[in-house]
């Protein structure tokens, strides 16, 4: 059984900064793109960051936020600065992970709350 669990949102004035992480645990064999979505109160969810070879971000994020992993430790991290109230959202982790038995599957954890105050 894969679990992606995260941790590190919570209340954070605007301007300030966050640091999300992931991790991966259970019968894998590899770990290919991670990433991170958020969801917003009446919104569709949407792409913050993923990370492979490369990285991929949002726009709306360039410059503010950085993803990065750490293979050894399968988790990837969301650093978040100069933090905006439309950042609030709940953030959720995704990686495309092939498990032991080289079942390829994609998971998703189970969210953690930003919420960022004007």
């Known amino acids: 059984q894969v679990q992606l669990v995260e941790s590190g949102g919570g209340l954070v004035q605007a301007g300030g900064s966050l640091r999300l992480s992931c991790s991966a645990s259970?019968?894998?064999?590899?770990?290919?793109?991670m990433g991170w979505y958020r969801q917003a109160p009446g919104n569709q969810r949407e792409l913050v960051a993923v990370?492979?070879?490369?990285?991929k971000y949002a726009d709306s994020v360039k410059g503010r936020f950085t993803i990065s992993r750490d293979n050894a430790k399968n988790t990837v991290y969301l650093q978040m600065s100069s933090l905006k109230p439309e950042d609030t959202a709940v953030y959720y982790c995704?990686?495309?992970?092939?498990?032991?038995?080289?079942?390829?599957?994609?998971?998703w954890g189970q969210g953690t709350q930003v919420t960022v105050s004007s």
């Open positions: 995704n990686a495309d992970i092939i498990a032991s038995s080289r079942l390829r599957n994609e998971y």
């Open positions: 259970g019968s894998i064999f590899t770990i290919n793109r």
């Open positions: 990370i492979l070879s490369g990285t």
